[in-house]
Nanobody, 120 residues
């Protein structure tokens, strides 16, 4: 069983910055992808940024140039640095991890979500 603990959400004015963090704990042999998704009421959960097992990154077009995802493999953590925030970035942000189990299989895990509100 793996737990993803998210932190860093909060209220920030337009143009401001926040840094989200996610720490994976539990029975983990290794982690492949880690990612951040976000969701607003009545909408689907969309990928914001991801980083794979060799450090390659991918971003949604709406956040390119503003958000940066990074990982610390030794600590099983991933962060999302969010700059130049706009009200359209307001959402519940979820951490995702694809975990390698000790039997070699892969399993998806999700955090509970951390709220980001961009408002003056």
């Amino acid at each position: 069983q793996v737990h993803l603990a998210e932190s860093g959400g909060g209220l920030v004015p337009p143009g401001g910055s926040l840094r989200l963090a996610c720490a994976a704990s539990g029975t983990i042999f290794g982690i492949y992808d880690m990612a951040w998704y976000r969701q607003t009421p009545g909408s689907q959960r969309d990928m914001v940024a991801r980083v794979d097992e060799v450090g390659r990154t991918d971003y949604a077009d709406s956040v390119k140039g503003r958000f940066t995802i990074s990982k610390d493999s030794a600590k099983n953590t991933v962060t999302l640095q969010m700059n130049s925030l706009t009200p359209e970035d307001t959402a519940l942000y979820y951490c995702y991890a694809e975990v390698r189990e000790y039997n070699g299989s892969r399993r998806d895990y999700w955090g509970q979500g951390t709220r980001v509100t961009v408002s003056s």
